[in-house]
């Protein structure tokens, strides 16, 4: 038998946006609130990975250089008047995680907002987003883990202000009645027993579907010959262990007549590796080097043999990841070095230049590794004398990988890339008389989606006529297309998570109050 629960204000999803949509309803005071997790414990996609928060202060010249680095990079299609309210939010980061949660920050990085936009990938940290403020380096459960501990704390201190929490009882539908307005939704808690929910406005920060497989390839957000490298037991994996993210606020607020907007996968081009599971505990870069190796911003070329982005971009993984999807066929790409890389990489990577390779790191015995990962099957690695021989492998146009690599090693040559300008210290020539030709095929993956719901200046929801539902809200990686526009490679990050729910939880509580 089912149950009727009554709230003020209903947030579904525990993560980064709704954690910040309960922090903001709880300061609002005078009101019922309760947070819907389907997860057994607090989740969400962003939470599992930064171990550093960006922050836009808040002064004329940090906020007006963050609002145009946005624009840019956004091709001007984001909700800009939306982008404006959340970087103004961001500036809060530093007083809610360092004064309030006591999160400490070993290391600060100032920075000059008139150098915003200049930094790109790792360079500013683990935030996976963009270079628009000072960044703030957090400790937490250990690498990585710095904004769970973050969100586990808020956690308390919401539960102390009276927010009520559920766990294992996800929100499967949102009810909407005749005259527009959303009023509740209904739940199941972990027995199947249903729970209908009465509330005056309702918060969608659910995050993505990367758990749902058939809706995403109903979607096309993967779109792909090789499926068998998202599923269980490779490396690309596109969600965490046991994620729960299903697609369940996107399809529930579809159906009530939400604006759908393009998805495509976050972050972390990887090379399958059978057998290795990663998640937050895995020590996957001691089960193989590959991980590294693929780091390095060495050849990239697509299936049709031509090069389609600066390499130096293999360490911002959103931006590859996206490129990949959109240049590519079967959502892969391929990095082809040869026996004096391979050597040279015995000697050292590339110091600094993704936050997890340490100065000093090297990479030996490649073609073992090769052989190892060949020999449980993996056919997506491979090595041979001739470049004809690793075409024929892979499936890449002979003839066009041929020019490619003819123009590539030219530009190694006079130290100059006209094509796409990659730093000349980082183009190194293929040759096959060095003695070898090495290959992975590299897929896009990540740890959400991105995108589905459209939001407006207040993270009102918007409808297919681009009119807001009345009493329905949301806020994380589900609209990012909104604050990041449509041609957003930007990936989840906190500071638009966190901001666009913050904004909802406002937005939210003074519709409620009758405050707008």
Not at 82 to 109: D, H, R, T
Not at 227 to 234: A, C, H, L, P, Q
Not at 273 to 281: E, I, K, Q, S, T
Request: charged content about 25%; proline content about 4%.
């Amino acid at each position: 038998m089912g149950k009727t629960v009554e709230y003020d204000v209903v947030v579904m999803g525990s993560g980064v946006a709704g954690m910040g949509a309960a922090y903001k309803l709880a300061n609002a005071g005078g009101l019922k609130i309760a947070v819907f997790e389907k997860y057994p414990a607090q989740g969400g996609a962003v939470s599992n990975c930064p171990m550093c928060f960006c922050s836009t202060p808040d002064t004329p010249e940090a906020q007006k250089s963050a609002y145009e680095v946005v624009a840019r990079t956004s091709n001007y299609s984001a909700n800009m008047g939306l982008v404006s309210k959340m970087l103004k939010y961001s500036s809060e980061f530093p007083k809610i995680f360092l004064e309030e949660l006591n999160i400490q920050a070993p290391m600060v990085v100032n920075r000059d907002p008139a150098e915003y936009g200049t930094q790109r990938g790792y360079t500013m940290g683990h935030s996976n987003g963009l270079d628009i403020g000072d960044i703030y380096f957090i400790n937490g459960r250990g690498q990585g883990h710095g904004m769970s501990l973050a969100l586990l704390r808020m956690r308390f201190l919401l539960e102390k202000k009276g927010v009520e929490f559920y766990f294992s009882t996800p929100i499967k539908k949102i009810i909407r009645e005749e005259n527009g307005k959303v009023t509740g939704a209904v739940a199941y808690e972990k027995d199947g027993t249903e729970i209908e929910i009465k509330c005056k406005a309702l918060i969608v920060a659910s995050g993505g579907m990367t758990n749902n497989m058939e809706l995403m390839k109903e979607l096309g957000v993967i779109n792909t010959k090789y499926e068998e490298v998202y599923t269980d037991g490779y490396l690309v994996n596109i969600t965490f262990p046991d994620s729960c993210q299903d697609g369940d606020g996107q399809k529930a607020v579809w159906e009530i007549g939400g604006k759908q907007m393009r998805i495509s996968i976050s972050a972390d081009p990887q090379v399958p590796n059978p057998g290795v599971r990663v998640g937050p505990n895995t020590p996957w870069l001691a089960a193989n080097q590959t991980k590294i190796i693929t780091e390095q911003p060495y050849l990239r070329v697509n299936e049709n043999g031509k090069r389609f982005i600066n390499e130096e971009m293999s360490n911002q993984h959103t931006a590859m990841s996206t490129s990949i999807q959109r240049n590519n066929t079967n959502m892969c790409c391929f990095m082809i070095f040869d026996e004096d890389t391979a050597k040279s990489l015995a000697d050292h990577v590339e110091d600094g230049y993704v936050y997890f390779i340490f100065k000093g790191t090297k990479c030996e015995n490649i073609r073992g590794q090769m052989d190892e990962m060949i020999a449980k099957g993996n056919k997506h690695v491979c090595h041979f004398d001739t470049i004809h021989e690793v075409c024929e492998y892979m499936d890449i146009n002979e003839e066009n990988l041929k020019k490619t690599i003819a123009r590539y090693n030219k530009a190694a040559e006079t130290g100059y890339d006209e094509d796409f300008k990659t730093d000349p210290k980082y183009i190194k020539p293929v040759r096959e008389e060095s003695g070898h030709i090495y290959c992975y095929r590299i897929f896009a993956g990540g740890y959400d989606t991105l995108g589905g719901l459209a939001i407006d200046e207040n993270a009102n929801v918007l409808d297919s006529n681009n009119r807001p539902i009345e009493g329905l809200y949301a806020g994380g990686d589900m609209v990012i297309g909104s604050f990041m526009g449509e041609s957003s490679n930007v990936g989840g990050t906190v500071q638009g998570s966190m901001p666009s729910g913050m904004l909802a939880g406002d937005s939210a509580a003074a519709y409620v109050k009758g405050e707008c």
